[in-house]
């Protein structure tokens, strides 16, 4: 089964920057594309970026379009989240997993577990 564990979340200020983590538990990472996902109090669960399994291509939901970074090494069975220029709107748990390419953002994309996220808190 596939298992993740994410990491490097926190508090915050706005124009601030985090860096996540996503660790694969049990397997190697190098099969599969992944994507990040967040989940804000009272909202659903929404795509933020994915990556290819390669790491060739890489696709991006608007709202963090030139702020956000996705990157992968395959030889540490890791894929991470570089987020700058943070905002008060960005606050939610965020989640990796193992996605199809296709339509990547979307939650029917997904397959395997979800892990237990990692909370990014940004204060105005």
């Known amino acids: 089964q596939l298992q993740f564990v994410e990491s490097g979340g926190g508090l915050v200020q706005s124009g601030g920057s985090l860096s996540l983590s996503c660790a694969a538990s049990?397997?190697?990472?190098?099969?599969?594309?992944i994507g990040w996902f967040r989940q804000a109090p009272g909202k659903e669960r929404e795509g933020v970026s994915c990556?290819?399994?390669?790491?060739?291509?890489?696709n991006y939901a608007d709202s963090v379009k030139g702020r956000f970074t996705i990157s992968r090494d395959n030889t540490k069975n890791t894929v991470y989240l570089q987020m700058n220029s943070l905002k008060p709107e960005d606050t939610a748990v965020y989640y990796c997993?193992?996605?199809?390419?296709?339509?990547?953002?979307?939650?029917?994309?997904?397959?395997?577990?979800w892990g237990q996220g990692t909370q990014v808190t940004v204060s105005s």
């Open positions: 990556i290819s399994s390669s790491g060739g291509s890489t």
């Open positions: 997993a193992a996605v199809l390419m296709r339509r990547c953002l979307e939650i029917p994309a997904v397959f395997g577990s």
């Open positions: 049990g397997f190697t990472l190098d099969n599969y594309a």
